[in-house]
């Protein structure tokens, strides 16, 4: 059980996440909490459900603190919660939410962190609201805290809240994790000198800060020596009483939520369903959010370029293209959206004939039964992300595959890549490269599939979630350890 030691060290676990773990309804006939679908929020209730079984009903509720909309205000505490979290929601004034959410974190530090720094916008007010809204976090964050709490913040949403924690509770038990790429010093510079220091030192307010990827340490300790001027030994960051350790832990999935819910009566339903629609075609599948980070555009442009070398697919193959709706009220996020859709509109046009679309494209958010039928009726996961911190649905997709069949093909770009060496991997934007995957990978002979899968299965059921968050939280018992060492010599 991954989870004991926490069970036994530390009293009660905090997680603030701009997102709650929940969306909350009111209706006349009361309010009603719906989970949410996120890559943290999958990979937290696992651990959450981990813990409930291990210590019963009466176990430790998690606590969270999240982002809500002001539209619930007069919601009474007592409904925020659920068999597993109690939610502590964050209320921030309309105009500053907005400067804040739709400006600093999604104009500006998401686009420069995944590399398109054309697309940040680097405004005055969007710093401000970052550290009003930082702040609001702070003060629930302090209002509910006790001795002997773990503290684990997440997100580039936050990064001045373990610094403003540390301040504020300086014996404070911190856990950081960044779940995008963390990028180089070239990036960085980028932001105005302040901004970037004020963000470096936030995040070295934590005890412990956790990246996906070697390289995404890698990177942050660059950034530690050229914006702080910090020494540095070994894994850890030195300040004047305490050092903050830095490490890598890939983040994963739930394995066997989707190895057995690839079994159920209703998933195998909506499978034959999908198959009969699809006229027993092959079946080429992927799911993203919008998102011009996730290579949308250069996949069908691979996909394209496969039909037009390969008229012998015609008529016998069928790209499934989910796009979950995300951001769209942002200008880039309105742009792709419409590049996506003339794009899949002139290749199905281009292509197709009355009884064969190559393209099935739809902007919506898919059920998890409706996830795990495509998952699973599909011979081809097409995942092109330009840069991703992990990628979780990869690795869905693989937990999904109690059959050993179907193939991944998967970016150099997207940290899953570097714990995946049995996938096709591929550059998205080398076009002829993803054609001759997508053509390897249909016309791949059963036996290599079901090599390539088991050894990927493998990894994942070893690499699950729950070692994920074990992994992180062990680095805390490493860390008093140290520490201690070092107030004795
Ligand atoms: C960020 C980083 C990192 C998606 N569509 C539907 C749906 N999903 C679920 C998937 C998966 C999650 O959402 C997406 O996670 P990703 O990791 O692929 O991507 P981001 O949302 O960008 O997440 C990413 C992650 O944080 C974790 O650290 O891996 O790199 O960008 O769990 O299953 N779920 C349902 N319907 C959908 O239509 N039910």
Request: aromatic share 12%.
């Amino acid at each position: 059980n991954y989870m004991s030691n926490l069970n036994g060290t530390y009293k009660r676990l905090i997680i603030v996440a701009y997102r709650l773990p929940f969306s909350i309804k009111q209706t006349k006939e009361g309010v009603s909490l719906f989970q949410n679908s996120g890559g943290l929020v999958s990979a937290v209730l696992s651990m959450a459900e981990q813990m409930g079984q291990s210590a019963g009903d009466s176990g430790p509720k998690i606590h969270w603190i999240g982002h809500c909309d002001n539209s619930l205000k007069d919601i009474q505490q007592s409904a925020f919660e659920d068999e597993h979290f109690v939610a502590h929601p964050v209320f921030v004034d309309e105009d500053v939410h907005q400067a804040f959410y739709e400006g600093f974190c999604n104009d500006l530090i998401w686009p420069l962190f995944h590399y398109f720094p054309t697309f940040a916008s680097f405004q005055e007010n969007y710093f401000d609201a970052y550290q009003q809204v930082n702040n609001r976090f702070l003060e629930e964050l302090t209002s509910i805290i006790e001795p002997g709490d773990l503290v684990w913040i997440h997100d580039f949403q936050l990064m001045l809240l373990p610094d403003l924690l540390r301040k504020a509770v300086p014996e404070a038990t911190i856990g950081y994790f960044f779940h995008i790429p963390f990028p180089t010093f070239e990036i960085i510079k980028l932001l105005p000198r302040t901004w970037r220091q004020a963000l470096m030192n936030g995040l070295l307010g934590a005890d412990v800060v956790g990246f996906h990827t070697a390289d995404y340490v890698k990177h942050f300790m660059h950034n530690v020596s050229e914006v702080v001027g910090l020494p540095i030994i070994e894994q850890r960051v030195v300040l004047d009483d305490r050092s903050v350790f830095v490490g890598d832990f890939p983040i994963s999935i739930d394995f066997t939520k989707f190895d057995e819910g690839s079994q159920l009566e209703a998933v195998a339903e909506m499978r034959q369903h999908y198959q009969q629609l699809l006229n027993g075609n092959k079946i080429i599948f992927s799911v993203d959010r919008l998102d011009y980070a996730k290579g949308i555009t250069y996949r069908l442009q691979g996909y394209e370029r496969f039909l037009t070398q390969n008229p012998d697919w015609h008529n016998n193959v069928t790209f499934v293209m989910t796009v979950v709706p995300s951001r769209d009220k942002i200008g880039h996020y309105q742009e792709i959206k419409r590049e996506i859709e003339e794009t899949v509109g002139r290749i199905n046009g281009l292509f197709g004939t009355i009884g064969w679309r190559p393209i099935v494209y739809s902007y919506l958010s898919l059920t998890f039964t409706e996830l795990l039928a495509l998952y699973t009726c599909c011979d081809v996961a097409l995942i092109t992300p330009i840069r991703d911190g992990m990628n979780l649905v990869c690795k869905e997709f693989i937990a999904s595959r109690r059959d050993n069949q179907g193939v991944l093909i998967l970016s150099e770009l997207a940290g899953a890549a570097q714990e995946l060496p049995d996938a096709l991997i591929i550059n998205p934007t080398d076009t002829q490269e993803v054609t001759a995957a997508i053509k390897e990978a249909l016309e791949m002979q059963p036996a290599e599939q079901q090599d390539r899968m088991q050894k990927m299965r493998q990894h994942l059921q070893n690499h699950n979630v729950f070692r994920w968050s074990h992994n992180f939280l062990s680095a805390f018992m490493s860390d008093e350890s140290w520490q201690s060492e070092l107030a004795t010599n």
